[in-house]
């Protein structure tokens, strides 16, 4: 059975920095998608980051927040620095089931989702 465990959220003073990670397990993902979402009360489900053949970041995180995969490809991370009020939400890891795609922007495509862990920026 598949999981995606997401850890390291909390609550953070603006311009503050976090690093979640996430862990896989149930099977390898070296070669597959990983990926960062979020969302807020009200909002939809945002992307914010995926790491796969390349690597890609949504227009309101590029230049303060990095992805990056352990050497095995089951653990990824999201480092987040100059954090804003309005990086809030709950940011969810997830995965593509098959090999080689490319990163994608719609949640739809992801097969595997975490739990989620919950982000607070306070002003």
């Known amino acids: 059975q598949v999981q995606l465990v997401e850890s390291g959220g909390g609550l953070v003073q603006a311009g503050g920095s976090l690093r979640l990670s996430c862990a896989a397990s149930?099977?390898?993902?070296?070669?597959?998608?990983m990926g960062w979402f979020r969302q807020a009360p009200g909002k939809e489900r945002e992307f914010v980051a995926a790491s796969g053949l390349g690597t890609d970041y949504g227009d309101s995180v590029k230049g303060r927040f990095t992805i990056s995969r352990d050497n095995a490809g089951n653990t990824a991370y999201l480092q987040m620095n100059s954090l804003k009020p309005d990086d809030t939400a709950v940011y969810y890891c997830?995965?593509?089931?098959?090999?080689?795609?490319?990163?994608?922007?719609?949640?739809?495509?992801?097969?595997?989702w975490g739990q989620g862990t919950q982000v607070t920026v306070s002003s």
């Open positions: 997830a995965a593509r089931r098959l090999l080689y795609r490319s990163t994608s922007r719609v949640p739809g495509n992801y097969d595997y």
């Open positions: 149930g099977r390898t993902f070296s070669r597959n998608v």
